[in-house]
């Protein structure tokens, strides 16, 4: 199967999902049926090419795979009924004849998921599973759980919103609020997932980066006022215009200060701009809109050494007050090394490191491997670097850091 039928597959597999749950419930059994059918895809159009309408195409198979699924299910006589009322799935073509052709369910499905009646951590997890197209295994290291644990979290989420009875229908504006700060931060999961890789041969996944774009603009098309919908979709734009930069040819690691940043997407920056400084002239601002000012004074940069990071510091400081976690703990220390010197530096990141309050994973030692190289420390460095290296699942990462400890031995 070609790269560009898997992306076109991605993208259709949440608005298959979307619509056949919309048209026969279940949700659980929906995406059981949904990923068979995509499984029929992936057999038979390499063989027998495209059909004319993809989506309609994995709709109806998925369709008629739902029926023999709640055929065999042991309420089987009230489930027959309910898929006997329904237009049987031989003779209707997603969308339904009722729904214009480019309707697109994605959206509603991302606030179903976001239901109530699960917990944040089962919100994000289900919607990483089902909208995202992220694997149970790369949601697990999202969450730092076992990957058995991830699967049980998914089938009880898909068990709750199955038992709660919500109908497939986008919220009310009230329901809209309350699940909105699940949704963005769905979302940021998704493209950060898209834009470091957290393990594996590659640093960036971009058709997880796009999609998370593409559901953050449908986002703000549905709340074009709401800031942190704006501030998330000019961070995904700001972060994403370096893309190209951030590896080599042979897919190493570029970190920022090297590289060359005529690489990096104008039309994306301009766009970015515009949206975080329109959003920050509307009130106090929330953590994405901070974010996104930071990204953006990255951006404008016309080269590393003229980095605001005076202002850059300033903006994580007021970062930490309305989001202290361990991430913009980590960013914050990089912010001092650079506007402020790496001992002053140091010294915070040695006093989280006692608190616990940094990520459990390779960054704050790369953090520490950098700021001693910083600080005039190269052996103290390498061994640092090193330790990082052994500490990171990303294979991208693996190799720049390892290459970082072995020129510190050669500069010996």
Request: a neutral charge; aromatic letters at 4%; proline letters at 7%.
């Amino acid at each position: 199967m070609t790269e560009g039928t898997e992306d076109l597959m991605r993208r259709l597999a949440p608005q298959v999902l979307g619509a056949v749950v919309r048209r026969y419930g279940h949700f659980d059994a929906a995406e059981d049926a949904v990923q068979e059918a995509l499984l029929a895809a992936s057999a038979q159009w390499p063989k027998d090419g495209l059909p004319d309408d993809p989506r309609a195409w994995l709709i109806t198979v998925a369709a008629r795979r739902l029926t023999d699924l709640l055929r065999g299910e042991q309420a089987r006589r009230r489930r027959e009924d309910l898929v006997a009322r329904s237009i049987p799935p031989d003779r209707w073509l997603a969308p339904a004849a009722d729904r214009p052709a480019d309707a697109d369910d994605t959206l509603t499905l991302l606030f179903l998921c976001c239901h109530p009646a699960l917990s944040p951590a089962a919100q994000i997890a289900l919607t990483l599973r089902a909208v995202g197209g992220l694997s149970t295994a790369e949601i697990a290291r999202a969450f730092l759980v076992p990957e058995a644990t991830m699967t049980r979290r998914i089938t009880r989420a898909k068990q709750r919103i199955r038992d709660s009875g919500l109908p497939f229908a986008p919220p009310s504006a009230a329901d809209r609020a309350d699940r909105l700060g699940a949704v963005l931060h769905v979302l940021y999961l998704v493209f950060t997932e898209g834009y470091a890789v957290t393990a594996g041969p590659d640093l960036q996944r971009a058709d997880l980066a796009a999609e998370a774009i593409r559901l953050t603009r449908l986002a703000h098309r549905l709340l074009p006022d709401d800031g942190e919908v704006t501030g998330l979709l000019a961070l995904m734009l700001l972060s994403d215009a370096r893309r190209t930069a951030r590896t080599g040819p042979d897919g190493a690691l570029i970190p920022m200060a090297e590289q060359d940043r005529t690489l990096w997407n104008a039309d994306l920056i301009a766009e970015g701009v515009a949206l975080i400084t329109r959003a920050l002239s509307h009130g106090p601002p929330g953590p994405y809109q901070l974010q996104a000012a930071i990204a953006a004074l990255h951006d404008e940069a016309l080269d590393a050494a003229t980095t605001d990071w005076p202002q850059i510091l300033a903006l994580y400081e007021l970062l930490l007050r309305i989001r202290d976690n361990p991430v913009v703990r980590l960013n914050h220390v990089v912010a001092v090394a650079m506007a402020r010197g790496p001992r002053e530096a140091l010294d915070l990141l040695t006093r989280l490191e006692q608190e616990d309050r940094l990520p459990a994973d390779h960054r704050p030692t790369a953090v520490r491997a950098h700021l001693l190289e910083m600080a005039g420390h190269p052996a103290a460095a390498r061994t640092a670097y090193a330790a990082a290296a052994r500490r990171t699942t990303s294979l991208p990462q693996q190799r720049y850091l390892n290459a970082q400890a072995t020129r510190l031995t050669d500069d010996r």
